[in-house]
């Protein structure tokens, strides 16, 4: 319990210390300036569909904007899923064929694991952010 109370002063004390630290900018008459605080606006669905793509998706490892690498760019997808009225978000959740590649779907197929965990509202952000392409 002694040591416990040790603890607690000594965790107080460095968080203490920390915040002391920080360096607190002001404006020219000395007042601090309050800091910008990045609140987390409301991210468009295209937006999300653009974070979604380069980050959790991994989707830009294999589809670039404009070059085919191991798979179609997404222009390319984007123009061919428009052509056809097609949609993105239900092929992701692995309920249709696919049209663009359909002999290399394998590698694409993998990606279904992490499709399929996402929302709707996640899905048809990555389907709008890849049809901005076309
Ligand atoms: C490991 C590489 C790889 C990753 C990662 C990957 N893809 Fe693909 N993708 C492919 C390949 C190869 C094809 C071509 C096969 C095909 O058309 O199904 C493809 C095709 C597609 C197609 C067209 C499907 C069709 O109708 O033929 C869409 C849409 C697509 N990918 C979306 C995505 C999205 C969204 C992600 C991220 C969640 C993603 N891909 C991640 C390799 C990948």
């Not at 468009?44 to 179609?72: A, N, Q, R, V, Y």
Request: net charge negative; charged share 30%; aromatic share 8%.
């Amino acid at each position: 319990m002694k040591n416990f109370k040790k603890l607690l002063y000594l965790a107080v004390l460095t968080l203490g210390f920390v915040s002391c630290g920080e360096k607190k900018e002001t404006d020219p008459m000395g007042n601090p300036i309050e800091e910008t605080k990045t609140t987390t606006k409301a991210l468009s669905s295209e937006e999300l569909g653009k974070e979604l793509f380069e980050g959790k998706g991994m989707c830009f490892t294999c589809h670039k904007e404009d070059t085919k690498i191991i798979g179609p760019s997404i222009k390319e997808i984007a123009k061919i899923y428009t052509d056809k009225k097609a949609s993105i978000s239900i092929f992701l959740q692995g309920e249709t064929d696919p049209i663009v590649d359909p002999a290399q779907f394998e590698i694409m197929k993998a990606n279904f694991a992490i499709t399929k965990e996402m929302t709707d509202e996640e899905l048809k952000a990555l389907e709008e952010y890849m049809l901005s392409y076309k």
